[in-house]
């Protein structure tokens, strides 16, 4: 319990608002998680699975209707329109608030409210920031305890304080009609209601971590980020770190938990995953750009996660892991889903608890299937991931999945060059996603969706972080595992060798190796990225380094009608646009 008068004042108009039967205060104790997960497989919502072969793991299935983050259901609803910005749908206020009680009221009667004192980051960190979520779902109290810092030691540190971000999250009747995910930067409230699926409802994740999280970063001069951080330590012992910002389908997980090649495994290199999504970063007292992940847990995508993409991804779902909509196989009561291997269960329910033959065609495990594991179970989990004060960041990575524009690799000018670079990052559609294969989807620093108001001042604030820093800023570089031959195939190996090319960007970091100018920026010299080993010639790779000023033509009048959504486009990215330009025609 907690005797902070601002957060008894909001339960007390919640609970009058929802009319809940009673109301439990999450304490973050074993034992009360324990009772939780017994009554949700007494009800149904949970099924607890194998326990030698999966201990601590149980399997959800949302409703049919409700399996993905929906962005046209999603509200940035800030005192303007202006301030929510041309790439967020925006409602005003005062409408939304209307709206959502209406919704609201009465929607916990015969219910529990359950209330989740969280901290987005470790608890106490003068980086952290405290949430109060209330939830109707024991599903969301049991991925919320996986996912953040829940518990008696979050009201502690909260104290009398006033500083702390609102969660109210309804289940109501799952209606996609009536489902609305809303923001309110101003008020640091966010409310979610008729969904039940984790990235909807799991309020410390995108909808608090990013989304409110990047406006309160603008207001206090730090920033949240949709960004991996690695930590490659090298023979020597020492160890870099990179925050990496990559769209979706790009590999993200994998590079945050990236295992070297034999070889350099062998050399004593290892790779430490800080965080697979979100890192929140700061300037430290030593001038330099430091970052924690606020999370404590994964959310990851299950189909596709193996032990050749990314086994330890797959180890840390090994124990105390919620599965949703995955296959139940019910021979030995554990799960699967595509891509994990190549044995689908015979005797089996699909993601909606039918029965299910592989043979059919039909995917067993829905697409968007997910895994919640505590990030302690991560066989590369970092030992600075409990550190308060996060790591300090030498590298920004960003990326896309691009067939023949961006090189392997490049890195920008300067720090301002870097904000261009990133805000001009796009991916390809693949067969993946709905509609066309090979659309060019703009999706700046991977910030798009997540971005809690307007993107114009976003990349302002990327330039005033920049102005702060001053020469102790990250070097800024943009990677491509995805460049295809003529013949459509990749032309990179990926995975793990993906490493080859983080040495040459610490390389560059500390000065090591020279680089070769080009109109985008620099790129290696071929002869300092080790193909040594792979399938890959000398020629490849410096196919694989090439700038082809006519399809670099194609991309800056591309650039430049993108732009032009932006009502508050900083004058500096239309410079570097112009630059852009003019050394491609040099």
């Not at 109301?23 to 699975?49: N, P």
């Not at 039940?196 to 994740?205: A, F, S």
């Not at 750009?289 to 847990?297: C, F, I």
């Not at 195939?489 to 993906?498: A, E, S, Y």
């Given at each position: 319990?907690t005797?902070?008068?601002?957060?008894?004042?909001?339960?007390?108009?919640m609970?009058?608002l929802t009319?809940?039967?009673t109301?439990?205060?999450?304490?973050?104790?074993?034992?009360?998680?324990?009772?939780?997960?017994?009554?949700?497989?007494?009800?149904?919502?949970?099924?607890?699975?194998?326990?030698?072969?999966?201990?601590?793991?149980?399997l959800?299935?949302?409703?049919?209707?409700?399996?993905?983050?929906?962005?046209?259901?999603?509200?940035?609803?800030?005192?303007?329109?202006?301030?929510?910005?041309?790439?967020?749908n925006w409602?005003d206020?005062?409408?939304?608030?209307?709206?959502?009680?209406g919704?609201?009221?009465?929607a916990?009667?015969?219910?529990?409210?359950?209330?989740?004192?969280?901290?987005?980051g470790?608890?106490?960190?003068?980086?952290?920031?405290?949430g109060v979520?209330?939830?109707?779902?024991?599903?969301?109290?049991?991925?919320?305890?996986?996912?953040?810092?829940?518990?008696?030691?979050?009201w502690e540190?909260?104290?009398?304080?006033?500083?702390?971000?609102?969660?109210?999250?309804?289940?109501?009747?799952?209606?996609?009609?009536?489902?609305?995910?809303?923001?309110?930067?101003?008020?640091?409230?966010?409310?979610?209601?008729?969904s039940?699926?984790?990235?909807?409802?799991?309020?410390?994740?995108k909808?608090?971590?990013?989304r409110?999280?990047?406006?309160?970063g603008?207001?206090?001069?730090w920033?949240a980020?949709?960004?991996?951080?690695?930590?490659?330590?090298?023979?020597n012992?020492?160890i870099?770190?990179i925050?990496?910002?990559f769209p979706?389908?790009?590999?993200?997980?994998?590079?945050?938990?990236?295992?070297?090649?034999e070889?350099?495994?062998?050399?004593?290199y290892?790779?430490?995953?800080?965080?697979?999504?979100i890192?929140?970063?700061r300037?430290?007292?030593?001038?330099r750009?430091?970052?924690?992940?606020?999370?404590?847990?994964f959310f990851?995508?299950?189909?596709?996660?193996?032990?050749?993409s990314?086994p330890?991804?797959?180890?840390?779902?090994?124990?105390?892991?919620?599965?949703?909509?995955?296959?139940?196989?019910?021979?030995d009561n554990?799960?699967?889903?595509?891509?994990?291997?190549?044995?689908?269960p015979?005797n089996?329910?699909?993601?909606?608890?039918?029965?299910?033959?592989p043979?059919s065609?039909?995917?067993?495990?829905?697409?968007?299937s997910?895994?919640?594991?505590?990030?302690?179970?991560c066989?590369?989990?970092?030992?600075?991931?409990e550190?308060?004060?996060?790591?300090?960041?030498?590298?920004?990575?960003?990326?896309?999945?691009?067939a023949?524009?961006a090189?392997l690799?490049y890195?920008s000018?300067?720090?301002?060059?870097g904000?261009?670079?990133?805000?001009?990052?796009?991916?390809?559609?693949?067969?993946?996603?709905?509609?066309?294969?090979?659309?060019v989807?703009?999706?700046?620093?991977?910030m798009?969706?997540?971005?809690?108001y307007?993107?114009?001042?976003?990349f302002a604030?990327?330039?005033?972080?920049?102005?702060?820093?001053?020469d102790?800023?990250?070097?800024?570089?943009?990677v491509?595992?995805?460049?295809?031959?003529?013949e459509g195939?990749?032309?990179?190996?990926?995975?793990?060798?993906?490493m080859?090319?983080l040495n040459?960007?610490?390389?560059?970091?500390e000065?090591?190796v020279?680089?070769?100018?080009?109109?985008?920026?620099?790129?290696?010299?071929?002869?300092?990225?080790?193909?040594?080993?792979?399938?890959?010639?000398?020629?490849?790779l410096?196919?694989?380094?090439?700038v082809?000023?006519?399809?670099?033509?194609?991309?800056?009048?591309?650039?430049?009608?993108?732009y032009?959504?932006?009502?508050?486009?900083p004058?500096?990215?239309?410079?570097?646009?112009?630059?852009?330009?003019?050394?491609?025609?040099?």
């Open positions: 319990m005797t902070n008068a601002s957060v008894l004042a909001w339960i007390d108009q609970k009058e009319n809940p039967d109301v439990v205060y999450i304490d973050g104790s074993e034992a009360q998680l324990e009772q939780l997960r017994q009554q949700a497989v007494k009800t149904g919502e949970m099924i607890k699975l194998n326990q030698e072969k999966l201990p601590g793991c149980y959800h299935r949302t409703a049919v209707n409700d399996v993905a983050r929906v962005e046209g259901r999603t509200f940035i609803c800030a005192r303007t329109k202006e301030e929510a910005g041309p790439t967020n409602m206020p005062k409408e939304a608030y209307a709206l959502l009680y919704i609201a009221k009465g916990y009667a015969g219910r529990t409210m359950y209330v989740i004192p969280y901290s987005m470790p608890v106490g960190s003068e980086f952290s920031k405290i979520e209330l939830t109707d779902s024991i599903y969301v109290v049991l991925n919320m305890a996986i996912m953040t810092r829940v518990g008696d030691a979050v540190v909260l104290g009398d304080s006033t500083d702390w971000v609102k969660g109210l999250h309804c289940k109501c009747d799952i209606d996609e009609e009536k489902r609305y995910i809303c923001h309110f930067p101003e008020d640091n409230t966010i409310i979610s209601v008729n039940g699926y984790g990235g909807n409802v799991l309020l410390g994740k909808c608090f971590a990013l409110i999280a990047s406006f309160l603008r207001n206090e001069g920033m980020e949709h960004m991996l951080i690695l930590g490659l330590e090298k023979p012992g020492e870099k770190y925050a990496a910002a979706s389908a790009c590999g993200k997980t994998n590079l945050a938990m990236l295992i070297p090649p070889k350099y495994r062998k050399l004593g290892k790779v430490w995953c800080v965080g697979d999504d890192a929140w970063m300037i430290g007292e030593d001038g750009l430091w970052a924690v992940n606020p999370e404590n847990g990851g995508v299950a189909p596709g996660t193996n032990e050749k990314n330890n991804a797959l180890h840390t779902t090994q124990k105390d892991t919620i599965f949703t909509n995955v296959v139940h196989n019910l021979d554990t799960v699967w889903w595509e891509g994990l291997d190549k044995n689908p015979t089996a329910l699909n993601w909606k608890g039918e029965k299910w033959d043979a065609g039909e995917k067993g495990a829905h697409p968007n997910r895994f919640t594991a505590p990030a302690k179970n066989p590369c989990i970092s030992p600075e991931f550190n308060g004060k996060g790591v300090p960041i030498s590298a920004i990575v960003f990326g896309g999945r691009r023949k524009a090189p690799v890195q000018r300067d720090w301002k060059h904000v261009f670079v990133g805000s001009v990052m796009a991916s390809e559609t693949t067969a993946a996603a709905t509609g066309a294969v090979g659309v989807r703009h999706d700046p620093m991977a798009i969706p997540f971005c809690g307007n993107m114009g001042d976003y604030h990327w330039l005033e972080m920049g102005e702060k820093l001053g102790k800023a990250p070097k800024i570089f943009n491509n595992w995805f460049r295809l031959d003529d195939n990749f032309m990179w190996p990926g995975f793990g060798d993906n080859r090319v040459w960007i610490l390389d560059r970091c000065g090591k020279d680089a070769v100018e080009t109109p985008i920026g620099y790129v290696p010299h071929p002869a300092d990225i080790d193909i040594d080993g792979l399938d890959v010639t000398e020629d490849t410096k196919e694989l380094l090439d082809d000023k006519d399809v670099w033509t194609a991309e800056a009048a591309d650039i430049e009608e993108f032009k959504k932006f009502d508050r486009l004058d500096e990215m239309k410079k570097q646009l112009a630059t852009l330009k003019e050394n491609l025609q040099k």
